[in-house]
């Protein structure tokens, strides 16, 4: 089994920055994909930024160019680095993982999530 703890969230006012941060532990072999997905009140969770191992990065649209994503291998953790904050980034922020064990298998693991809110 694999842990997700992530930390870093909270509220800020329209325009500032945040910073999430999300450390892998447990029975880890190989991290594939990481990534962040969000989810606002009433909407489906949707794919904020994801990254690869080998480091190749993807964004939703609605956040290139203000939204950061990075891994630290060595730590098994990913970072969310967010700038020019607006309303709409409101959510739960929930940190993703695709681990391969040994054997091969894939699985998926989240984090328990962590409330973003942006005032106007």
């Known amino acids: 089994q694999v842990q997700l703890v992530e930390s870093g969230g909270g509220l800020v006012q329209a325009g500032g920055s945040l910073r999430l941060s999300c450390a892998a532990s447990?029975?880890?072999?190989?991290?594939?994909?990481m990534g962040w997905y969000r989810q606002a009140p009433g909407k489906q969770r949707e794919l904020v930024a994801d990254?690869?191992?080998?480091?190749?990065?993807n964004y939703a649209d609605s956040v290139k160019g203000r939204f950061t994503i990075s891994r630290d291998n060595a730590k098994n953790t990913v970072y969310l680095q967010m700038n020019s904050l607006k309303p709409e980034d409101t959510a739960v922020y929930f940190c993703?993982?695709?681990?391969?064990?040994?054997?091969?298998?894939?699985?998926?693991?989240w984090g328990q999530g962590t409330q973003i809110t942006v005032s106007s």
């Open positions: 447990g029975s880890i072999f190989s991290i594939n994909t």
């Open positions: 993703y993982l695709n681990h391969r064990a040994y054997w091969g298998r894939k699985s998926d693991y």
């Open positions: 990254i690869t191992s080998g480091g190749s990065t």
